[in-house]
């Protein structure tokens, strides 16, 4: 029986806060290493707080956006590194750095980790175009908040939460949010245009609940925000 091809992102704030977040990266891995007899996961990390740090100490240096993006890209394959290394013989121990290198990698058959990948692009963006080049059943992202908002809830009590939002919507919230380094809202507006233009399903939850995160890989129901 074919595995079913799933994408997985995870913010990076979960797995590192002010340092790495052992216990919820053990959960999470052991999580998918007990659904990897029925599905295959490609696991795209964010940068999270390493790369704030990393960021902010570069801007108070002078640097520039795209010098910030690069850091971005090497804090979050460092993350994808020790995700992987919580995986064990369960991953393919390298983090991709290329599309070239992602087909390498899925000729193993085991579980894929990898972070950033071009300058400019959010992890949630990688994630978005992995899902789409590798023909993925559906993309999985996690994210701090229960649900794909109006707005941004802890700043605006009024915000309007959704559980199915179209794919138009989706892109007209994030086209109002200020597009610079760890600023992109739930999503950037690359990651909303893939997700616009392709096949896969996309779901997006609260990653600190592993349990319900499991719940929308299987497709059972969940607590989170389905895009339609």
Do not use: W
């Not at 991709?96 to 290198?101: D, R």
């Not at 993309?139 to 649900?147: E, F, G, N, P, T």
Request: aromatic share 8%; glycine share 8%.
């Amino acid at each position: 029986m074919d595995k079913k091809k799933i994408v997985i992102k995870l913010g990076g704030s979960f797995l590192f806060d002010k340092g790495p977040n052992t216990r919820y990266i053990k959960e999470i891995a052991d999580s998918l290493k007990k659904l990897s007899d029925k599905y295959h996961f490609i696991i795209i990390i964010g940068g999270g707080a390493v790369n704030r740090m990393y960021v902010e100490a570069a801007r108070e240096m002078g640097s520039n956006e795209s010098y910030f993006d690069l850091i971005g890209i090497d804090t979050s394959r460092l993350n994808a590194r020790l995700f992987a290394a919580a995986l064990g013989s369960s991953a393919y121990r390298e983090p991709c750095k290329s599309f070239e290198e992602l087909t390498a990698a899925e000729s193993t058959g085991k579980m894929i980790v990898l972070g950033g990948l071009v300058p400019g692009q959010s992890t949630d963006a990688v994630a978005a175009e992995v899902a789409e080049y590798l023909n993925a059943e559906k993309l999985v992202i996690a994210k701090d908040v229960d649900y794909v908002y109006s707005d941004d809830p802890r700043k605006n009590p009024d915000a309007v939460k959704y559980e199915k939002l179209p794919k138009d919507e989706l892109i007209n919230i994030v086209s109002k949010t200020k597009i610079r380094a760890k600023e992109y809202s739930v999503i950037d507006i690359v990651a909303s245009m893939v997700i616009h233009r392709a096949k896969f399903s996309t779901v997006i939850v609260n990653g600190a609940d592993v349990k319900n995160m499991e719940k929308a890989v299987i497709g059972d129901s969940f607590k989170g925000t389905r895009i339609v």
